[in-house]
């Protein structure tokens, strides 16, 4: 799980071009050189397995897919989005929006305090390679089993977390924001 921030016009929609790109469709998978990656996969091979009736590839076994510039968008699960938005001075909520010139200003503020802020933010995020992290969810009544119990929340595993983990994340961040000033973005969304 985890949220997308995203570059977005004034009219609240993604900023930039919509991009259209090949990629292999799922109707040839059979393909001993299908690949998720349009570039490992051979186009003659994918085209000889393809179903004929797919309403997505017409049988050519490619898919046209149309999509925002995936520089004016950043997936991140919500553990290291808290981290980001924490080390930004932003301050952690699952949805929410910041204009360019904020998250410029938080960039800056984020560089000159990484040194002395990151620790402390890693270390409270920071695990053990694989850790189960019980009951991160909200309390509910469970009557599932023979008696009714509290129940917190699934069980997930996390993996570690240092500063460098952290200072890429800033990283690309910075890179996303540079991308969606070229775009005419006026805020980045988040949720």
Known sequence: MGIQIVATDPTG???GARVEREEPC???QLAP???LDLARADRADLAAHADPGCFMCGGTGLDVVSTTDPA???GICYANARALLDVLGIGWAECGEVSMAGARRALMYARATFARRA???VAARTLGPFEAILGQGPARLDC???LPRISTGPTVLAGAFDASDLEARLDRFEALVLA???AGA???TWG
């Open 119 to 121: 620790p402390a933010i």
């Open 144 to 146: 599932t089993g023979d």
């Open 180 to 182: 969606a000033i070229d």
């Open 72 to 74: 004016l968008e950043m």
């Open 13 to 15: 929609r993604p900023a």
């Open 26 to 28: 799922m109707c040839a």
């Open 186 to 188: 006026d805020r980045l």
């Open 33 to 35: 050189t299908w690949d």
